[in-house]
T-cell receptor
Framework: GESVGLHLPTLSVQEGDNSIINCAYSNSASDYFIWYKQESGKGPQFIIDIRSNMDKRQGQRVTVLLNKTVKHLSLQIAATQPGDSAVYFCAENRFVGASGSARQLTFGSGTQLTVLP | DGGITQSPKYLFRKEGQNVTLSCEQNLNHDAMYWYRQDPGQGLRLIYY???????QKGDIAEGYSVSREKKESFPLTVTSAQKNPTAFYLC???????????????FGEGSRLTVL
């Protein structure tokens, strides 16, 4: 089956540095991707998304880059803060079902980001 | 405030018992989902529902059952047929997809089930 995976299971960065979290996907038909942040014992929270007709999208302190040629996503966090410590998931989002009204996410295994003081 | 509420947050079960996890949303979302999360792994889809009285199996539906009698509620039953039920269970919901809608999933805080 199709899969979404992450290059590294853990990432440690110094507070104030930039973080880059990478993700590879295998379904070339995927047209929508989302990054989620999950703090310990909580549900995932939406960070930023990108459609396949874009190669870059910026949010507040975060940037997502999409390279469709090599099926690669990255999440860049600027000036990483202690509150950024969490597991980060990329997810491939596609419509499913007969009516196409529901979305199904395929998640990678996640990267644990640790911010060092 | 609008959101998704899961209960209980922690649940212990003896082998051979069925348990039901509650998920309620007041976001007026049509679609609801159940995911399972195991340590060091991503989320895997158990069941999803696009509309009341209709639901579909996800990737790992065996040993689970759901119902969707109300738009706001999507309870998950973990049956005795589920061989490895200890996990973190996450419920989510989304709007019906529209052309300019991101279809973002909103997650609950999760329910941690432990089988003794």
């Amino acid at each position: 089956g199709e899969s979404v995976g992450l290059h590294l299971p853990t990432l440690s960065v110094q507070e104030g540095d930039n973080s880059i979290i990478n993700c590879a996907y295998s379904n070339s038909a995927s047209d929508y991707f989302i990054w989620y942040k999950q703090e310990s014992g909580k549900g995932p929270q939406f960070i930023i998304d990108i459609r396949s007709n874009m190669d870059k999208r910026q949010g507040q302190r975060v940037t997502v880059l999409l390279n469709k040629t090599v099926k690669h996503l990255s999440l860049q966090i600027a000036a990483t803060q202690p509150g950024d410590s969490a597991v980060y998931f990329c997810a491939e989002n596609r419509f499913v079902g007969a009516s196409g009204s529901a979305r199904q996410l395929t998640f990678g295994s996640g990267t644990q980001l640790t911010v060092l003081p | 405030d609008g959101g998704i509420t899961q209960s209980p947050k922690y649940l212990f079960r003896k082998e051979g018992q069925n348990v039901t996890l509650s998920c309620e949303q007041n976001l007026n979302h049509d679609a609801m989902y159940w995911y399972r999360q195991d340590p060091g792994q991503g989320l895997r889809l158990i069941y999803y529902s696009q509309i009341v009285n209709d639901f579909q199996k996800g990737d790992i539906a065996e040993g689970y059952s759901v119902s969707r009698e109300k738009k706001e509620s999507f309870p998950l039953t973990v049956t005795s047929a589920q061989k490895n039920p200890t996990a973190f269970y996450l419920c989510a919901s989304s709007m019906i997809a529209q052309e300019f809608n991101t279809g973002e999933l909103f997650f609950g805080e999760g329910s941690r089930l432990t089988v003794l």
